[in-house]
């Protein structure tokens, strides 16, 4: 059956621990990114020989959680790996819940979402992968952004997938930070979502684009996107967030390929 891809981030927290074998050593969906991957791996390596501060900084940890980071990063070519949708936690994750999930709709999310990594690219929810730190806009020595990097690579491996998946169009729930790791161009169709409130200030009512909230906001989309088979976003007139957000088809904007959608609610 067609359908779409959905296009999400990692999440800054991750379970440790793992009881899979080495990355390196089992089938990944994206088979073809196993060599800039150890070129990635290999230069996070070299970054983390140096200073505590320089690695802090790197990484975007504190201080006390370098020493930490560091060690995984030195192990994850022989640490034990896990399912990407079991490493990644934090809020979007939480509110995919992906466990909670009936089967179908667990087998569309495996099917329809890519994860985008700055150390390996992108992912499947089921792809093993180890615990591991580094964000897609850091700068490794030799070899800069892992996004500009990853661009040309993913946007290959994206093409193909994008063909693949019937519809040609893909939900890009990415952060800018992770939306420079790919060419939009070579998808069919490409559908934006930005949440918003409805709030009166200075007497004026305005929209405000929701920051604290939009992660909890995407992981709940997801779920409705798959569930409901959505290659459109006409098919979110009947989304009940259980945030309130709703979808206002007045505020769709189409430039070329590239449609965004709002998703209001009223505080």
């Given amino acids: 059956m067609p359908a779409s891809l959905i296009l999400l981030p990692p999440s800054e927290g ?26 990635v791996i290999a230069a996070l390596g070299k970054a983390m020989g140096g200073s ?3 690695r802090s900084k790197l990484l ?16 994850v070519a022989s640490s034990p790996t896990m399912a990407a949708i079991n490493r990644y936690t934090g809020v979007l994750y939480d509110a995919l819940d992906y466990l909670s999930l009936p089967p179908k709709v667990r087998r569309g999310v495996d099917r329809q979402v890519v994860v985008f990594s700055g150390l390996w690219g992108t992912v499947r929810p089921t792809d093993p992968i180890p615990d591991y730190k580094l964000k897609m806009g850091a700068t490794l020595p030799g070899l800069g952004k892992p996004a500009r990097f990853w661009k040309p690579i993913l946007s290959e491996a994206l093409a193909e997938a994008i063909n693949g998946s019937g519809t040609g169009t893909v939900w890009d729930l990415l952060p800018n930070e992770h939306a420079a790791a790919w060419d939009p161009s070579i998808a069919g169709r490409r559908i934006r979502v930005r949440f918003l409130d409805d709030v009166v200030k200075n007497g004026e009512r305005t929209l405000v684009t929701v ?20 290659d459109d976003p006409d098919g979110l007139v009947d989304f009940d967030h259980p945030e309130g957000y709703r979808y206002d088809p007045s505020l769709t904007t189409t430039t070329g390929a590239t449609t965004d959608v709002a998703l209001v609610t009223r505080r």
């Fill in 14 to 39: 991750k379970a440790g621990g793992g009881e899979g074998p080495p990355w390196d050593s089992v089938e990944q969906s994206f088979c073809d990114l196993a060599g800039p991957r150890r070129e």
């Fill in 52 to 54: 505590a501060e320089a």
């Fill in 60 to 75: 975007g940890v504190k201080a006390t959680r370098a020493d930490e980071a560091t060690a995984a990063n030195l192990a």
């Fill in 211 to 230: 920051s604290h909230w939009n992660k909890l906001l995407k992981g709940t989309l997801v779920r409705y996107v798959v569930e409901h088979g959505l």
